[in-house]
């Protein structure tokens, strides 16, 4: 059974980088279409950046388009997201998630196409 951990969630200022991680143990590898959700206080979880089996195709929230980069390592079973010139709106809860698919380039922007959720990572970002 796979299971996901997020880490690297931390407190930054404004306009400052941070780089989460979801590491996969149940051995994804290439198997499955991966993405990271976030769910801010009082706010519905909303979708913020996918990646196909591949790692060739991606897709990004517009709300991040351009700040914040998805990629992953399947040898090592691990999902990035490295997140630039950060605001205050990021602020949330980041979740990793992951889809078992058949599909190579295809990703998911809805949280209910995903089989299995990591614990969530708290990122607070400060103006």
């Known amino acids: 059974q796979v299971q996901l951990v997020e880490s690297g969630g931390q407190s930054v200022q404004a306009g400052g980088s941070l780089r989460l991680s979801c590491a996969a143990s149940g051995g994804i590898g290439s198997s499955s279409a991966m993405g990271w959700f976030r769910q801010a206080a009082g706010k519905e979880r909303e979708f913020v950046a996918a990646?196909?089996?591949?790692?060739?195709?991606?897709d990004y929230a517009d709300s991040v388009k351009g700040r914040f980069t998805i990629s992953r390592d399947n040898a090592k079973n691990t999902v990035y997201l490295q997140m630039n010139s950060l605001k205050p709106e990021d602020t949330a809860n980041y979740y990793c998630a992951s889809k078992r698919t058949v599909y190579v380039t295809r990703t998911y922007d809805a949280w209910n196409h995903y089989d299995t959720w990591g614990q969530g990572t708290q990122v607070t970002v400060s103006s």
């Open positions: 990646t196909a089996r591949s790692g060739v195709y991606t």
